[in-house]
């Protein structure tokens, strides 16, 4: 099963390397009915079948032309190929670590609420080593925030007499040094190019940080 999953996934990045090398990332790529097959490389009901796929998952949109249809990558879409890329950077250019640049933001005033709650608290302590300032440093990034999940460390949501709580994915990181964590909750309503980061300090503070400054950070 899981080799089935992956190479679906697979199968996945290599269309949307197909469709961004026709441009799909920048701007709407029409592709004919006619010749969707030849130009996926495949036939063309699998094409069809997999561009369907694609969009169920988000990492395109389609519109459906009188010839064809036309296609574009989403946000999702750039953020997939581009963790691909990624890896082969890695195994390429062994020893580079991935770097991002952000621009600080003043978010919704959550993430003081979120940080603090026993039940996050006690994972972030046990699984990232450090007892996190209450709230979450908001940064713009120009790009979608693209790494792939396998770096991840996760957190469980939980539950109270209330509500319940989502979980989220962790990415350690270095901010000037500091030791700190890229936070992705799974029910955050931010676009993939605005990422949060924990740390044990405050870190507008430490780094003398405002709005508009530029970060980067480093991941490990
Ligand atoms: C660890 C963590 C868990 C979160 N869990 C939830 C959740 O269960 N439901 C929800 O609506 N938002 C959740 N959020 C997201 C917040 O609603 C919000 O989008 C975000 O943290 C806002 O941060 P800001 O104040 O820095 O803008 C979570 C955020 C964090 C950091
Ligand atoms: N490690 C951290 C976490 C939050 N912060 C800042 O602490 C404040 C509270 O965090 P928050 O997530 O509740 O606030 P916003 O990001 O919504 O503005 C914000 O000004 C964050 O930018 C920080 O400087 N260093
Ligand atoms: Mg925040």
Known sequence: MICILNLR??????????????????????????????????????????????????????????????VRITDKGISKLKAEYLDYKKIFEEGQRQRLKGRVTTGLGEGQYYISLEGYRRQFVEKLGFEPYPGTLNLQLKEPFAVHDTSAIKIEGFKDSARTFGGGKCYPVKIDGIEAAIIRPDRSSYPLNMVEVIAPVNLREKLGLKDGDEVEVILE
């Open 9 to 70: 996934d697979y199968m996945d990045v290599d269309i949307l390397k197909k469709l961004a090398l026709m441009g799909a990332m920048k701007g709407r790529v029409s592709l004919s009915s006619a010749k969707l097959g030849s130009t996926i490389g495949m036939s063309s009901q699998t094409a069809a079948r997999r561009l369907i796929r694609l969009e169920k998952q988000g990492y395109i949109t389609r519109v459906l032309t009188t010839e064809g249809q036309d």
